[in-house]
DNA sequence: GGGCGTTATCCTTATTTAAGGATAGCGATA
DNA sequence: TATCGCTATCCTTAAATAAGGATAACGCCC
């Protein structure tokens, strides 16, 4: 038995979580949404969607993207995307923390003795 | 902009939750598993498989039913049943409160100016 | 101007989850 | 023994979500 859990940002739908959250670090270090999707493991096409309907909601961008190029083109994170995304670092790893508090505390007992 | 956020026990998938313990309180006040259902707008059908499968999960029963009888039958929430519903009502209180908290901390100033 | 890798979309198909109808069986009580 | 409301299931349909293929456009660089 453990503890489960999902939080995230909402503003007319989902506005911001882990998955945005891990996009935007692998883009940090890739340069490229599409490598920053492959790394993770989500379609190039799942992750543009994400990216851009979070966008809409947040009423931000998150990434700078430049279309064609010597390289093909990128993507980089915008000052206000990179701002959210240290914050929510912080955030999640202080939520990890209560939670595993919380639950030791109510149910540690309850399901350590089967 | 708020926070939105899901927390449930996990053992070969959900085994408690938001959705189980308020059917559990329903049963409670009810003595019927179906009208505990309806009360929450949840079908019989959907309430029936929920607590089906968590029982499966958790290992123990959380009601007693009873087939038959005079009023028809009805169910009554299992004495294990009633300490995970109790345990778990005050941690979903102590996991809103604090979330709240980690929540203003890290984005309020972010999201009030607008 | 051709090549290259990336962004930008569209569209179709699976997969999962939710919803709900239908029906049988049960047993205390009147 | 007939009634009544509840539990116990099954099965079909709908809806939401995930997966993924296909293709156009872009613009630096050689």
Redesign the pocket.
Known sequence: MKLAYKVWLNQNGKAFGEGPYQLLRGIDRNG????AAAEIG?????A??LI?TIEGRLGFPLIQ???????????VVTSRGRLLMESYKVFREEVREVLEQLYEKHFGEMFRAE
Not at 42 to 46: A, G, L, P, V, W
Not at 65 to 75: D, E
């Open positions: 490229s949404l599409r490598k989500m379609s190039y096409n799942q543009w969607h851009r993207r430049q279309v064609g190029g010597s390289s093909g083109g990128g993507s």
